[in-house]
């Protein structure tokens, strides 16, 4: 029992990761972005491309290196994020909401197919992987490189937590969310604020993909489709625009799967995802966190 709270807690820190981008951009413009789970991808390759550059690493360095070579990952994601916002996005703010989903869904295929004209169809073996020796506690089994991609995505969601509730650049965010053209009124630069966001999220959907790539050890062009849609799932149980609610989504989401492979069988994990997401939406669309909001005309 302990193992499956473990495995569960352990990819629902990386759902949980690439769900706050979705979350983050929904929030802030009502968009469903989504290109999110490719920039996941874009990150897991530039991760693969760093750590292939580096060349070999001893077992004892593979730890450090690959915490610096998540920190690099995270800010050139989180350019690729602004420069899709820029290009995409910007131009078709004012547009009809269905123009800015099928530009998403166009986004998405672009960076994929994109990805395989650079980097080839076929599968990339990780130059990393984080193995180690496991110990066991309360009856699960850990491995310390386990331990430490657990806490460092605890620290960025926290994180990023504190800059949105405690911070001027937050109140900025939240006050966009509320009321953009208020804000702007107000003195807050609406777009930089927009552009900032998206590097947050993808950012993070970037590291998500290092910490991926690292402990599963292959990566592909379409890696990002699957985990962008269970991304999408774990922020509509959470509450879609609510950024503890996502978190709580990605770490139920996970928890979920990993009791449902647990008494299903692994063809299952899929379908148990998201035959979970058609129940929110069906029984409780604004998620556990989420609150119905009312249009005013």
């Known amino acids: 029992m302990t193992q499956l709270v473990w495995n569960g807690l352990f990819v629902g820190s990386f ?23 490719d920039l996941y991808m874009i990150g897991a390759f530039i991760g693969f491309a760093v750590l292939g550059a580096v060349g070999g690493v001893s077992a004892s360095m593979a730890l450090p290196l690959l915490l610096v070579v998540l920190l690099a990952t995270m800010v050139l994601t989180g350019l690729a994020g602004v420069a899709l916002e ?20 166009g986004a998405s295929f ?60 937050g109140r900025a965010m ?3 969310a509320l009321d953009p053209s208020t804000s702007s ?26 910490m991926a790539g690292a402990y599963y050890g292959k990566i ?10 269970k991304a999408f799932t774990a922020a509509v149980i959470g509450g879609i625009g609510n950024i503890p609610g996502t978190m709580l989504g990605g770490l139920l989401l996970g928890l979920l799967e990993s009791f449902g492979t647990y008494w299903l069988g692994g063809e299952w994990r899929d379908v148990f995802a998201f035959g979970v997401l058609i129940l929110f939406l069906t029984v409780r669309p604004t998620g556990l966190l989420g609150e119905r909001v009312t249009e005013r005309v």
Do not use: C, W
């Not at 413009?29 to 290109?35: Q, R, S, V």
């Not at 996005?89 to 989903?101: D, F, G, I, T």
């Not at 592909?220 to 849609?229: A, E, N, P, Q, V």
């Open 110 to 169: 672009a960076l994929e197919y994109g990805m395989r004209a650079a980097a080839g169809a076929d599968p990339r073996v990780y130059p990393v992987r984080l193995g180690g020796t496991s110990v066991e506690v309360l009856g699960a089994r850990l491995t310390l490189q386990q331990l430490v991609l657990v806490g460092v995505a605890v620290v960025l969601m926290f994180g990023l937590n504190l800059l949105i509730t405690r911070t001027r650049e």
């Open 15 to 37: 759902y949980a990761l690439v769900a706050l981008g979705y979350s983050m951009v929904y929030g802030i413009i009502k968009l469903l972005n989504f290109a999110h789970g």
């Open 86 to 105: 820029r290009i995409a996005y910007r131009p078709l703010r004012r547009a009809p909401r269905l123009s800015l989903l099928i530009t998403a869904v």
């Open 174 to 176: 939240r006050a966009i």
């Open 220 to 229: 592909d062009f379409l890696m990002g489709f699957l985990i962008g849609l």
């Open 185 to 210: 009124l107000m003195g807050i630069d609406v777009n930089a604020v927009i552009s900032r966001t998206f590097f947050l999220g993808s950012a993070l959907a970037g590291a998500a993909g290092v």
